[in-house]
């Protein structure tokens, strides 16, 4: 029988090993692999988007509606080029009468785009796109296996020894059953961390240049965002976990000499595939 002492040490042990994987590696171990957690996220879309069109705040014909579809539809392309996970992405997108500025993405590339962001802002086309291209991004980058991933490891923290790990390389269910829960609100009630929301302001700010949508834009999102929910305070800042607007206003600039030769060469295919239509 292991002493209390061992018990720890394996416990940290444990812990240790899975940090140095990765959180979305941890993910994968426990049985939340990247095909389970989209089919899940599938699920759970599913069911977001019958309780919109049952509470009739599904938009399907307003302009709004169209054009975020159509931005959205010209994007699509380039992030299925974007995708390493290894697993085809369903791409849907869905817009919600709201006058929340909000948008999200669950795993696969389940999307939504409240009309209040669109509206209330006066975004244009390639503002949306920048809208769009970060919550791709985030997909993409799979942030929300990686919260998953950071669940296990806060309960292996807290106290899961080595025993703990078993089964699936060694977790059994009771270890991970606080995930059920989780797989109900990819991206939607819990927060990525600021260099997550790094990383989707970089990954979209590209992928809207190669559909041909200009990247300045997404500087003027983050400008009208200042004007309506200005989050620059320094408290503020210091306890978010997003960057602050300015923050992220002066990271997308050091982006644009890298991305607007990619957006000069696509916008002239964009505009030469218009014209011949």
């Not at 029988?1 to 940290?12: D, E, Q, R």
């Not at 390639?126 to 291209?133: C, F, K, M, P, Y």
């Not at 490891?153 to 025993?163: D, K, M, P």
């Amino acid at each position: 029988m292991m002493t209390f002492s061992k018990k720890i040490c394996g416990a940290l042990l444990c812990s240790a090993v899975l940090v140095l994987a990765g959180c979305t590696a941890v993910a994968d171990l426990a049985g939340y692999d990247t095909r389970t957690v989209n089919e899940s996220a599938k699920k759970s879309y599913s069911q977001v988007v019958s309780q919109a069109s049952s509470q009739q705040v599904l938009d399907t014909r307003s302009d709004t509606a169209r054009r975020v579809h159509q931005v959205f539809n010209r994007m699509t392309p380039h992030a299925n080029a974007a995708n390493q996970t290894g697993v085809p992405f369903e791409w849907q997108m869905s817009v919600i009468r709201s006058d929340e500025l909000n948008a999200w993405a669950m795993p696969g590339g389940k999307m939504a785009v409240y009309t209040g962001l669109v509206e209330k802002l006066k975004l244009s086309d390639d503002e949306i796109a920048a809208i769009v291209g970060h919550e791709m991004t985030h997909a993409l980058q799979e942030h929300s296996k990686n919260a998953i991933g950071q669940q296990i490891l806060t309960q292996v923290a807290a106290g899961y020894t080595a025993q703990a790990v078993a089964a699936k390389t060694g977790w059994n269910t009771n270890s991970v059953g606080l995930m059920k829960d989780l797989l109900t609100d990819y991206g939607i009630g819990k927060p990525f961390s600021r260099y997550q929301e790094d990383l989707a302001d970089i990954g979209g700010v590209r992928l809207m240049a190669q559909a041909g949508y200009n990247p300045e834009a997404a500087i003027t999102v983050w400008q009208k965002m200042n004007a309506a929910n200005n989050n620059n305070n320094a408290l503020v800042t210091l306890l978010s976990t997003h960057p602050s607007n300015n923050a992220r206003i002066e990271s997308i600039r050091q982006m644009l000499p890298e991305v607007m030769p990619i957006y000069e060469q696509n916008k002239i295919r964009t505009t030469t595939n218009k014209r011949k239509k």
